[in-house]
T-cell receptor, first 116, second 111 residues
């Protein structure tokens, strides 16, 4: 149990276009989902926290107008990278907190974004 | 934030026991300690979690001294497939700081 999926697993897009990444909790309801970004050889950096039905909370330095997060249901959160640029190329990982579960995050497999 | 400090990297031979220590001097009373494993181009995978003393599961043990200012992840008889980055996270949902990853420890298992 406690499986989190992401789609797509990898995507290549042209500079200036927008890309949407989906994060789904497959077998549980997630009250809170988290989005991370990871550059090569670096640790995970928390970008934002999203709660179902409310606006996401962004970490300092993360542009909320560039990284749009929607948490429309208890099993789905989406991250849209708007007007992507090559510097947005990274590995994006989501995680979910199971409703009623206190201290564990369940991570998705990640999405590799390459902006050309 | 309960900041964590880990060694950047470690090497070990196959079949040996590996101990990775994490320092968290500012751990709060309500904080839990969680360890994750990450392979390249994959999301982190939960290994083990504890609050105090010793916790053991099918893949690892977690040792936490009485003062809880550090913790040690113990991997018994490592294999090549254990080569990965290991992260120690400290915190609880109320403080929110368990969502922040430190540098992690890159473990390389040598044949």
């Amino acid at each position: 149990g406690a499986v989190v999926s992401q789609h797509p697993s990898w995507v290549i897009c042209k500079s200036g276009t927008s890309v949407k990444i989906e994060c789904r909790s497959l077998d549980f309801q997630a009250t809170t989902m988290f989005w991370y970004r990871q550059f090569p050889k670096q640790s995970l950096m928390l970008m934002a926290t999203s709660n179902e039905g409310s606006k996401a909370t962004y970490e300092q330095g993360v542009e909320k107008d560039k990284f749009l997060i929607n948490h429309a249901s208890l099993t789905l959160s989406t991250l849209t990278v708007t007007s992507a640029h090559p510097e947005d190329s990274s590995f994006y990982i989501c995680s979910a907190r199971r409703f009623g579960q206190n201290y564990e995050q369940y991570f998705g497999p990640g999405t590799r974004l390459t902006v050309t | 934030l309960a900041k964590t400090t880990q060694p950047i990297s470690m090497d070990s031979y196959e079949g040996q026991e590996v101990n990775i220590t994490c320092s968290h001097n500012n751990i709060a009373t309500n904080d839990y300690i969680t360890w994750y494993q990450q392979f390249p181009s994959q999301g982190p995978r939960f290994i083990i979690q504890g609050y105090k003393t010793k916790v053991t599961n099918e893949v690892a043990s977690l040792f936490i001294p009485a003062d809880r200012k550090s913790s040690t992840l113990s991997l018994p008889r490592v294999s090549l497939s254990d080569t990965a980055v290991y992260y120690c996270l400290v915190g609880d949902w109320d403080t929110g700081n368990q969502f922040y990853f430190g540098t992690g420890t890159s473990l390389t298992v040598i044949p």
